[in-house]
């Protein structure tokens, strides 16, 4: 099997006097460097820098390029995170000048495109939602499950309301505890039935006049709607408590149904994840948040507003607001192309987005699970959780081996191990973009390996520069610098 070589640093291909082209020096003469450095800011000696020409920086940065999976090189299921494709018409529009070279600094009256795209955006998410009020601002899906927290958690002060508590299912993504605790709640665990679903006898157990919100993803982590959000909405608002959509992941719904229309109080979105904004190496991203009436005075500051004589403007003046939460008024690049992604595909388009989304996902799992079980019957949304489980108890080949072993075959991995609820768990979302080969093509790898000797899954990725590196060093001590030793 090919093995690629681990490439040579710069430092280590460099050899004294090499260099790119010589230009002729300046015919004036250098400004002093004591003028650009003051002498105390500067180290002794000059730190060393690669001498080489300028073939071999080209290659070694485009061989680099080359070692990275991504949506544009690679099928990519990352359950939760859904990598669909993002059209590149996108990256053209938002790369225009007009856009791309704007400053938050300018004044008002030169940024009324920008703002009267931001104000339709706000309306247009509040139609899809269901709901009357949004703000941009949050940079990420967990700064909006914050940020709509926060919102909650004054709606609650200002009606001399003291309610500690957040209710959270335990398929719920991590930061929805995360942002509980941060804004103050005490977040109270639900647990799941055989289902999958909430289990709604421990959530009436633990439903009382201190729970604040109750924090649902539907579809959930498990790729499964919960058809009783109804009910536990009404349970919910009957004891004066408000429900939130987890809506990172809207691919499944989208004009579909509406969550407000479910009885949802207040939401975010991921336009990463649902409205195609690159994503891979962790960002940048948004997190807009929609809530209904009753919560819109307290959102962060400033909204885009339009004025009566149809001006756009950004609006600080909101007393009850919680203030801001992000500098400017949000990734407006992110929300840019969420807008024209929407705009793109109409309603019609987002509707055959989540029915594309749905069918490849039940399409896959019906290829793959007599080999990959998934534990939790019934149909899928947009994704699905399969387990490794027996193949763990009878051949010691566990879930991360075989997302190992997916990259030699030039696949990126799955999510696994998440939803902790599943043993061994393979989280498997394909996405709306992709073609039925390319869904048979991956069914055919994932029984190629579950075939497959252990030793080699063991032993996986083969075709990489560096196998198995330890993920939780590599993430906790990463060492970023480059030393002379
Ligand atoms: C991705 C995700 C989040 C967090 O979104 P970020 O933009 O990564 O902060 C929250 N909930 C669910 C269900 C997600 O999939």
Redesign the pocket.
Known sequence: MYKLQQPPLLFESSRPGRSTAVLPGPDVPDAPLDDLIPPEHRAAEPPPIPELGELDVVRHYVNLSTLNMSIDSNFYPLG??TMKYNPKRNERLAATSGFGAQHPYQDESTLQGILSILYELQSILAEIAGLDAVSLQPA??????LTALLTAARYFRERGEKRRQVLIPDS??G??PASAHLSGFEAVTIKSDARGLVDLADFKAKLSSDTAVFMM?NPN?LGLFDPQISEIAELLHGQGGLLYL?G??MNAILGIVRPGDMGVDLMHY?P??TFSGP?GGGGP?A?PIAVRKMLAPFLPAPLVARRDDGRFALDYDRPHSIGRVRSFFGNTGVLFRAYCYIRTQGPDGLKRIAQHAVLNANYLKALVEDVFPVPHEGRCMHEFVASARNMAKDRGVRAMDVAKRLIDYNVHAPTVYFPLIVPEALMIEPTESESRETLESFAGTLRTIAAEDPEVLHAAPHTTPITRPDEVRAAKQPVLTWRKA
Request: with cysteine.
């Open positions: 939760s995170c990420a899906g967990a700064q909006g499950e719920a993504h930061t929805n993803t982590t987890d990172a992941n991921n990463h994840k994503h991203g997190g």
